[in-house]
């Protein structure tokens, strides 16, 4: 495996930033895609944990899934992330990000106001033979508002 520093820096934190910008776009553009666990080794390492809120996963098999039931609480849902900060040492990668999640309820009478979280997002990646790839992701709640699920 290649080690990279200096000159190559840059672009490693824009492969690293983008990682996560890539995950959260996939999330919310779900249930519109087939389903596929394969989907995310372009995104994630084999052992992967994922650790939020609502619940964690290890590993690939069964992260759509788990995804897909995240997701099916809410009939929408809008993940903006920044402040992306990046910190390099030869093939690890640690990410920090904050972000700022609206959830639009499905449809229900009377309407419920949407449910919005303020959280801070911290990462792991490690660089392997097909490029970067996230070994750890977190999210650590910091604020709602609105009406959470029922």
């Known amino acids: 495996m290649p080690t990279h520093s200096g000159p190559d820096g840059p ?4 492969a690293v930033s983008e990682l996560l910008d890539r995950y959260l776009a996939d ?24 650790t939020f809120p609502v619940g964690g996963h290890r590993g690939l ?9 995240a997701k099916a609480r809410w009939g929408r849902t809008q993940h903006l992330s920044s402040n992306h900060v990046v910190e390099l040492d030869r093939d690890t990668a640690l990410l920090t990000a904050q972000l700022l999640v609206t959830h639009v309820h499905r449809a229900a009478a009377p309407p419920l106001p949407h449910f919005t979280a303020g959280s801070r997002v ?20 910091i604020w ?3 009406q959470p699920p029922r």
């Open 11 to 14: 672009a490693d934190r824009a």
């Open 27 to 50: 999330f919310d553009s779900l249930p519109e895609r087939p389903g596929d666990d394969d989907r995310y080794r372009s995104l994630f390492t084999e052992d992967l944990v994922l």
């Open 61 to 69: 098999p069964g992260l759509d899934a788990f995804q897909r039931a």
């Open 122 to 141: 911290r990462a792991r990646a490690v660089r392997t033979e097909q490029g970067w790839r996230l070994g750890e992701l977190s999210v650590e709640l």
């Open 144 to 146: 709602t508002a609105g």
